[in-house]
């Protein structure tokens, strides 16, 4: 008895390749989407870091020169780049400072929040409310209201508190003062970005198995003994991806430092060093090159956390 081989026509009518198609209908749009603003957007920056694009020639970049590696050259050796003393560090430094410590203040803060939410009290409800305000407020709404708070002039809520109080007899500019000023921008970012940390220590604190603690309740052991024995080993790996995560978006994050110092006073960093390249020199290449300078460094960031974090996972 032979066996009939089946058609093209009838393997393209086939309940399968019916089903191949619709899924391939279905997510063709997202596709598309994410090709259109996501992955053309990061390829032809990769290229116009290596041409020399500017408003000269941006009628017509296809046909830009291109020019190697002369762009991140003239990155590394740009004066707002480079190291210079420790209130000038540098963007390639100040982003590293800023974004550890704005990530470890921010993980601090979280922790803390969490562990306060995590023990009953009345209006526990309404402290988390309040607590989640700085997190969802709109970024231009909290920037403008601390730049008010920390205004030279004298009605600065601060500058106003100080003199009439006679800590100071003249008004000061907080965040033009070089150090000072990258002090501030951590501690914006800290108190804006906790909440996030919060919530997910706290997700993971409310999981704990309960009768660990009762167990170390029945040894005789104290709080602190059971915050070191017991919390904080059950949060080592969301602590984990909170760092991870808000390292990541830190060291990315541009409207916060612009919004409060434009990047001046010693708080560059290299997203805004991206942009001022990009749309106030118009020296598009170099910009470019900057942000791929960027993307390297969270690159090898991840290369060697990543590793240590499976690893840990592994021998447990």
Known sequence: MSVTKPTRRSRWRSMRASEARLAWGLISPTALIVFGLVLFPAFFSIWISFHDVTLRNLNDVFHSPYVGFANYQAVFHDFAFKFHSLKNMGAAVNSVVYSFTATILAML??????????????????????????YVAPIVSVAFVWKWILDPRPSGVVNDLLMRTGLIHLPKGYLSAPGLAMILVILFDGWRY????????????????????????????????????????????ILGAIFLLRLIWTFNKFDDIFLLTGGGFGTDVLPVLTYQFSFKLFNFGKGAATAMILLVALLIVMAVYIPIVMRNVEED
Do not use: C
């Open 194 to 237: 906790f909440p996030f940390a919060m919530l997910m220590i706290l997700a993971r604190l409310q999981a704990i198995d309960k009768t660990l603690y009762e167990a170390a309740d029945v040894d005789g052991a104290n709080d602190w003994i059971k915050f070191l024995h017991i919390t904080l080993p059950e949060l080592r790996y």
């Open 109 to 134: 803060l979280g922790l803390i929040a969490a562990l306060l939410l995590n023990t009953p009290f009345k209006g526990r409800g309404a402290t988390r409310a309040i607590f989640l305000f700085s």
